[in-house]
């Protein structure tokens, strides 16, 4: 599994766009780009998953690029209720493999 | 939308104690899982399992533990002999197949707490 690097924590204010940058030098070819959310005492859920360019869904954007060495995750507009840890994973996930979670950021949203 | 719940939502346990942690996957899903998280620290994999066996587990997955599909719904982990180092969130967790996605459900977690 590629390791990955993201920032332990962030601050941000209502309204604003936030972009979590996970660097992920040693991805393979057969590897995707997946981010979870997780809110206190709640379990992880899914937010977005891609494998280059850009992707987007109604709750954030994913980019990609083409070298494939790190991704950022774009919030458009949060709000306090996006305060959570966010975990960036990198791997050939095919269906019933284990999530390898790492750290996470930390995302802090003020009014 | 179909969620996994969880049971017990909180679970108090003596040390040397046998719990048993309920879950309910999606029902159309094929691949259950059980994780861990310790206050303050990463979600870690135990186990995972299809089509009524283990498919994977980690190395914290030791003999103490084991997991039971017993009927239709439900998904089960045992903790035969309770330890403090035992005390984390448990979530269960379930996916389809050949959705395209490599996304995990997770359920809101069971809180273990042994004394």
């Known amino acids: 599994l590629a390791k990955t690097t993201q920032p332990i924590s962030m601050d941000s204010y209502e309204g604003q766009e936030v972009n979590i940058t996970c660097s992920h030098n040693n991805i393979a070819t057969n590897d995707y780009i997946t981010w979870y959310q997780q809110f206190p005492s709640q379990g992880p859920r899914f937010i977005i998953q891609?494998?280059?360019t850009k992707v987007t869904n109604e709750v954030a954007s994913l980019f990609i690029p083409a070298d494939r060495k790190s991704s950022t995750l774009s919030l458009p507009r949060v709000s306090l209720s996006d305060t959570a840890v966010y975990y960036c994973l990198v791997g050939d996930y095919n269906a019933g493999n284990m999530l390898t979670f790492g750290g996470g950021t930390r995302l802090m949203v003020k009014p | 939308e179909p969620e996994v719940t969880q049971t017990p939502s909180h679970q108090v346990t003596q040390m040397g104690q046998e719990v048993i942690l309920r879950c309910v996957p999606i029902s159309n899903h094929l691949y259950f899982y059980w994780y861990r998280q310790i206050l303050g620290q990463k979600v870690e994999f135990l186990v995972s399992f299809y089509n009524n066996e283990i498919s994977e587990k980690s190395e914290i997955f030791d003999d103490q533990f084991s997991v039971e599909r017993p009927d239709g719904s439900n998904f089960t982990l045992k903790i035969r002999s309770t330890k403090l180092e035992d005390s984390a969130m448990y979530f269960c967790a379930s996916s389809d197949f050949g959705t395209g996605t490599y996304e995990q459900y997770f359920g809101p977690g069971t809180r273990l707490t042994v004394t």
């Open positions: 891609g494998y280059k």
